[in-house]
Structures are given as structure tokens and as C-alpha cells.
């Protein structure tokens, strides 16, 4: 019986952590959605939300690896944040 007390109250914590989770995820992408610069809110969102390296991004946006830290650095100093 303790066993099953146990395991249904890490459920409960998990469940509470993933919905934790999924707020932080959604305000993240909120903030992301604000900048008007696709290039640098695709690289935003490639970091942020799916977590790719920044070579990652650089290939899958066919640009250099350079380029990818200008269009970020561009893009956070254009995030709207919300109070």
C-alpha cells in the first residue's frame, strides 16, 4: 500500500512539472512570436523550443554558423517580454 502511495505521488509531481513545463514553453514562445524578423525568430525558436546546437541551426538554415549568433543576438534584443 506505501508502495502505491509513493508511486501516485511522483505521478502527481510529474503531472504538475510537466504542466510547469508546458506554461514555461508556451510564454517562451509567446516571447519568440513578438520578433518580426523570421530569420531571427526561426533561430529562436530552432534554439529555444526544439533545443538544436547552433551548428545545427546554421545547417539546417543553410547559413553560416556566424551568421546564426548575429540572427540570435538580433532577435533576443527584439523580444517583447510581458509583465
Given at each position: 500500500?506505501?508502495?502505491?502511495?509513493?508511486?501516485?505521488?511522483?505521478?502527481?509531481?510529474?503531472?504538475?512539472?510537466?504542466?510547469?513545463?508546458?506554461?514555461?514553453?508556451?510564454?517562451?514562445?509567446?516571447?519568440?512570436?513578438?520578433?518580426?524578423?523570421?530569420?531571427g525568430?526561426?533561430?529562436?525558436?530552432?534554439?529555444?523550443?526544439?533545443?538544436?546546437?547552433?551548428?545545427?541551426?546554421?545547417?539546417?538554415m543553410?547559413?553560416?554558423?556566424?551568421?546564426?549568433?548575429?540572427?540570435?543576438?538580433?532577435?533576443v534584443?527584439?523580444?517583447?517580454?510581458?509583465?
Open positions: 500500500p506505501r508502495a502505491v502511495e509513493r508511486i501516485e505521488e511522483a505521478q502527481k509531481r510529474l503531472e504538475q512539472q510537466l504542466e510547469s513545463c508546458m506554461e514555461t514553453r508556451a510564454e517562451i514562445m509567446c516571447g519568440i512570436m513578438t520578433v518580426r524578423d523570421r530569420p525568430q526561426e533561430v529562436l525558436r530552432r534554439r529555444y523550443v526544439m533545443g538544436q546546437s547552433y551548428t545545427d541551426i546554421a545547417n539546417a543553410g547559413v553560416v554558423q556566424r551568421r546564426v549568433y548575429q540572427l540570435h543576438k538580433a532577435g534584443e527584439k523580444v517583447e517580454l510581458r509583465s
